[in-house]
């Protein structure tokens, strides 16, 4: 079974400040898929950024940035000039990579506040 | 850019009652889920669907839950007898290569309220 684990339930940032939420997951999968989503107060899920775990590389998408560390199973994202619309709930996510339809394992969240 | 839609937005219902929540995909995916949010807590997957039949299942999803697809277009969750602990948020995703690293795309998500 996989599980995913985000630490943080609160975290606040200055506009324009940069932010790191911490995920971490534990898997027998070698293949797999992670990503974060981001859900603002309107709840639509929306995706941020993926990473393939096959990859070394780390992901980055504009401002979003992952460290995906495999060995130690982390999977964090950062946010560089942090902006007001980033205010969100961020929900970390598991997909095994195989043939069929998969379903997505998501952590509790991190409730992101940005301050002006 | 195609999206998910989902209807209603909002649901209120009596417990007991029957409810249908619906879905429409991005016309190329092949590959349905139907994921829940509790108010306040994380999102947990239901079921996955594919080339019309169900592919998985979590315990959450018991007999008293049930998917289809009855038109091609439409993919549908439906719950037979409503208890006070459905109330939640129901979201939709759907993708075209189901686990091939293929990312799942929500809908705005079926808010149920169940009194």
């Known amino acids: 079974a996989q599980t995913v684990t985000q630490s943080q339930p609160e975290m606040s940032v200055q506009e324009a400040e940069t932010v790191t939420l911490s995920c971490t997951y534990d898997?027998?999968?070698?293949?797999?898929?992670l990503f974060w989503y981001k859900q603002p107060p309107s709840r639509q899920m929306i995706l941020v950024i993926r990473?393939?775990?096959?990859?070394?590389q780390n992901a980055t998408e504009n401002r979003f940035s992952v460290n995906f560390q495999k060995a130690a199973k982390s999977f964090s994202l950062k946010i560089s000039d942090s902006q007001l619309g980033d205010t969100a709930m961020y929900f970390c996510?598991?997909?095994?990579?195989?043939?069929?339809?998969?379903?997505?394992?998501f952590g509790t969240g991190t409730r992101l506040t940005v301050i002006p | 850019e195609p999206e998910v839609t989902q209807t209603p937005s909002h649901q209120v219902t009596q417990m007991g009652q029957e409810v249908i929540l619906r879905c429409v995909p991005i016309?190329?995916?092949?590959?349905f889920y139907w994921y829940r949010q509790i108010l306040g807590q994380k999102v947990e997957f239901l079921v996955s669907?594919?080339?019309?039949?169900?592919?998985?299942k979590s315990e959450i999803f018991d007999d008293q839950f049930s998917v289809e697809r009855p038109d091609g277009s439409n993919f549908t969750l439906k719950i037979r007898s409503t208890k006070l602990e459905d109330s939640a948020m129901y979201f939709c995703?759907?993708?075209?290569?189901?686990?091939?690293?293929?990312?799942?795309?929500f809908g705005p998500g079926t808010r149920l309220t169940v009194l």
């Open positions: 995703a759907t993708n075209k290569r189901g686990g091939q690293g293929d990312t799942q795309y």
């Open positions: 669907f594919y080339n019309n039949e169900i592919s998985e």
């Open positions: 016309s190329n995916h092949l590959y």
């Open positions: 898997t027998s999968e070698n293949n797999y898929y």
């Open positions: 990473q393939e775990a096959y990859k070394q």
């Open positions: 996510a598991f997909m095994k990579r195989e043939s069929g339809a998969n379903n997505l394992f």
